[in-house]
């Protein structure tokens, strides 16, 4: 029998409703290329304690080889292990890959380990039809809750259509979608689908488009429905870095509301893609976007490397310098500080 999102514990669903900051959670290894475990859940406890409502494991940023190496259900473990300690439990996601034999064994050790929903990828799906991927999607919502996901073709992804999102909304057990095509028109499509499916009170919106940010949690997407559509929080793999200050400007921006929009905080949405543009390595199309996020990592303390599964990736020419450009140029919207304040801890 598998999990419905009714069946959470009580609190799960209203958080993920109400809309938080979930990051892409790293793998944390040594110079041997092998599992770090106490930084690993060093990681996990830094989120935590800079006020994510969720950790998302398993995912693109966590590196999809774990699989190959035999590490998925460690490293879920592990954030499930540190999610434990906490006095309020936060939203737990794991991501689903592959074809739906894959995907389903995936959310059935995800399940195992008391997560909530699986973010699902269907990036192994390229070139199947419509038909195919809401098959595989209906089987793998049979395990688990569904946390929808678009991701971008520059990294992978399938481009999917507003029809595909309207019959993924219509899908009983998907709760929420991370929109992150890093395309305009494209998320337009997932909000259309959504509306058309009836589906806006069920399914939470968020953003996964690193680029933009700011925008998308301001933005009143208004479709010509009832009552405009809003992105209510974030799973992105730019928050796995910087999280304190992250948490703080989605409070920022959720605080607004239907209110008039300061033009300090519109200007922070230039600013935050500035910085992702450096850690992302946008300048050679993403090669080090994860390399990225560990050498802001690194320089916390929280990694003591940026060594990545596959020794081929690492940061680019000149990112390295950018990195320290923008902290440089934005530092309210890095935490060093909290991190230096609170690693002993994390580390304990």
Same mark, same amino acid.
């Given at each position: 029998?598998?999990?419905?999102?009714?069946?959470?514990?009580?609190?799960?669903?209203?958080?993920?409703?109400?809309?938080?900051?979930?990051?892409?959670?790293?793998?944390?290894?040594?110079?041997?290329? $092998?599992?770090?475990?106490?930084?690993?859940?060093?990681?996990?406890?830094?989120?935590?304690?800079?006020?994510?409502?969720?950790?998302? =494991?398993?995912?693109?940023?966590?590196?999809?080889?774990?699989?190959? =190496?035999?590490?998925?259900?460690?490293?879920?473990?592990?954030?499930?292990?540190?999610?434990?300690?906490?006095?309020?439990?936060?939203?737990?996601?794991?991501?689903?890959? +592959?074809?739906?034999?894959?995907?389903?064994?995936?959310?059935?050790?995800?399940?195992?380990?008391?997560?909530?929903?699986?973010?699902?990828?269907?990036?192994?799906?390229?070139?199947?039809?419509?038909?195919?991927?809401?098959?595989?999607?209906?089987?793998?919502?049979?395990?688990?809750?569904?946390?929808? #996901?678009?991701?971008?073709?520059?990294?992978?992804?399938?481009?999917?259509?507003?029809?595909?999102?309207?019959?993924?909304?219509?899908?009983?057990? =998907?709760?929420?979608? $991370?929109?992150?095509? #890093?395309?305009?028109?494209?998320?337009?499509?997932?909000?259309?689908?959504?509306?058309?499916?009836?589906?806006?009170?069920?399914?939470?919106?968020?953003?996964?488009?690193?680029?933009?940010?700011?925008?998308?949690?301001?933005?009143?997407?208004?479709?010509?429905?009832?009552?405009?559509?809003?992105?209510?929080?974030?799973?992105? +793999?730019?928050?796995?870095?910087?999280?304190?200050?992250?948490?703080?400007?989605?409070?920022?921006?959720?605080?607004?509301?239907?209110?008039?929009?300061?033009?300090?905080?519109?200007?922070?949405?230039?600013?935050?893609?500035?910085?992702?543009?450096? =850690?992302?390595?946008?300048?050679?199309?993403?090669?080090?976007?994860?390399?990225?996020?560990?050498?802001?990592?690194?320089?916390?303390?929280?990694?003591?490397?940026?060594?990545?599964?596959?020794?081929?990736?690492?940061?680019?020419?000149?990112?390295?310098?950018?990195?320290?450009?923008?902290?440089?140029?934005?530092?309210?919207?890095?935490?060093?500080?909290?991190?230096?304040?609170?690693?002993?801890?994390?580390?304990?």
């Amino acid at each position: 029998m598998g999990l419905l999102w009714q069946d959470w514990p009580s609190g799960i669903a209203a958080r993920l409703q109400a809309g938080c900051v979930i990051p892409a959670h790293p793998l944390a290894l040594d110079a041997a290329r $092998k599992l770090d475990a106490r930084r690993q859940k060093a990681l996990s406890r830094y989120y935590l304690d800079a006020g994510s409502g969720g950790l998302a =494991v398993g995912v693109h940023t966590t590196q999809f080889a774990i699989r190959e =190496v035999g590490l998925y259900e460690t490293v879920l473990r592990i954030a499930a292990d540190a999610a434990g300690e906490q006095a309020t439990a936060p939203i737990l996601v794991a991501g689903a890959i +592959g074809r739906t034999a894959q995907a389903v064994e995936e959310a059935r050790v995800a399940r195992g380990l008391g997560y909530h929903a699986v973010l699902l990828s269907l990036a192994a799906w390229k070139g199947a039809s419509e038909d195919e991927l809401v098959a595989h999607c209906r089987a793998v919502a049979e395990e688990m809750p569904l946390f929808g #996901f678009y991701l971008q073709p520059a990294v992978g992804g399938v481009p999917l259509p507003a029809s595909f999102w309207r019959r993924f909304a219509a899908i009983p057990n =998907v709760v929420a979608i $991370k929109i992150a095509p #890093f395309n305009r028109y494209a998320t337009l499509d997932v909000l259309r689908g959504v509306q058309e499916a009836g589906a806006a009170e069920r399914i939470a919106l968020y953003t996964g488009n690193d680029d933009h940010i700011v925008a998308d949690l301001l933005t009143p997407f208004d479709l010509g429905g009832e009552r405009p559509l809003r992105i209510v929080g974030g799973l992105l +793999g730019h928050w796995s870095v910087w999280t304190r200050a992250a948490v703080e400007l989605h409070a920022r921006c959720r605080a607004v509301g239907d209110g008039p929009i300061p033009p300090g905080l519109l200007a922070l949405d230039a600013q935050v893609t500035e910085m992702n543009a450096a =850690v992302f390595d946008v300048a050679h199309h993403f090669h080090g976007v994860i390399a990225g996020c560990h050498e802001v990592l690194r320089r916390q303390g929280l990694l003591e490397g940026i060594w990545c599964l596959d020794e081929r990736e690492g940061l680019s020419p000149g990112q390295s310098e950018l990195l320290t450009a923008v902290a440089a140029r934005y530092p309210q919207l890095t935490d060093d500080a909290f991190v230096r304040e609170n690693l002993h801890r994390w580390l304990a």
